[in-house]
């Protein structure tokens, strides 16, 4: 996905001269079929001359799919064609300045909204649109690079209980047996994190950490080992704040769902698999994960899908941080060891770099390079910059593109202001260049010195970097630091005696292969 500018292999079709600026769904669920009843309105924005606006949504066939039965344009019947899952409108006024569109539409969604059962039987309904399944059952502009605020207005049987993405300010019993359940959210959201739940739950308000109120919606069967289990939310949120910046939506609800992932960052609204509740605190790094993404991923968006290492690659790295805070640096350890073997191992099937243009499926860019390369890359940027910069560079990234779009360049050069320093080569060789230093290396000692010997053998691309070398002695170890730029070098440590071993890299900063 992206890309700086021409070159971009995201193939979505991006109109820059509409601004989504809000929608809002009203959505009819019943208990006799999965068919859905919608009415979205869609307030836009219309920049100059709109030659045309288009809308997703994927079209019936067979018994799956959505089928129009009217659009309108300012509450006029709109001119429009509905063929090819895109609602295509030609606008009776194409002048600049604020519309609005309806789309009355019914059908029952393949994907997107994932009507099922949950494991203890009861019926549910649950919104899981990563990454643009969000057109199974929402007419949208569904790509990341138009957010826009959201309003549900869910009506379903009185006896569901409705969480979704915003802050609820509605819930009426209409007094047929159904229940109108409202939830706005006006912070800007893409569509591949906006959600619905509506299913028998149990809820509680479990914390409020600056203002922000933290819950748990779990299945009652469920109901204590959930709230155990997500009460940890809270702390994760209070340290994300703390060293990133202010949250960005109306609450934090976590909620126990029927999602095709593990977790799914649902802004504000986050969903986590069935079994991720079991009263023992199993999930607290996927938590962190989710959580992290409501900054990065969420409100910091990245514009273009072959740059979304800039939500994986945090979103892994941020859960890392946190349990270093939690836990201490060896757990940054012992999650980096896995990664990094991670990251090897795919690398021999998939010699590909992290922003990979050549990807055009947005499934496909979900890969252990956009997630463990690319929480790597972070903690190799933390070790040249130092904690400091790193943090402060972090902190000022998320203050200027809050609630906006990125590309890879735009994090470069806030990294770039922070530290005073031009770190395009960094960015270059480990997001843009696929692959990592391979190292042949040995050493020997005599005449008071260290030697060691070391050799990159990988052959597409000489990699330019910092090594920490650890020499160990009666159990002490000493760590110097080089820097490697050549393909084959020889490093000379003075020492009064032999070291009883050396260990490359000891504390984890480098991503490397030991050949
Ligand atoms: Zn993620």
Redesign the pocket.
Known sequence: MGITGISAQDLYPKNGTVDVHDYIFNLSLNDENNNIKGEAIINVMFKSGVDRFVLDLIGKSGDYGMEVTAVFEDGKSANYDFKDNKITITPLSNGKGAKTFKVIYSGIPRKGLVIDTTKFGRRSFFGDNWPNLARHWLPSVDHPYDKAGIEFRVTAPEDYDVVATGKKIEESNLGNGFKLTVYKEPAPVAMKVATIGVTKFASKLLDIVHGIPVSAWVYPENRLEGFSDYKVASKVLAYFIGNIGPYSFAKLANMQAKTQWG?L?NAGTIAYFEDSVTGKNTVEALIA??IA?QWF?NSVTEKNWNHVWL??GF??YFSILYLENVYGDEKRKDELALDRKQAIDYYKQNPSPIVDLTIKDPMRVLSINS?QKGGWVLNMLRYKLGDDVFWRGIRDYYKKYRNANVLTTDFRKCMEKASGGNLESFFQQWLFTKGHPEIKWDWSYGKGKVKINLEQVQKHHLFNFPLEIGIVKDDEIQIVKVEVAKQSEIFEISLKSSPDSIVLDPDYWLLFEER
């Open positions: 977790g960052e994960h989710e993404h991923g939500s994986e979103a892994t997630y």
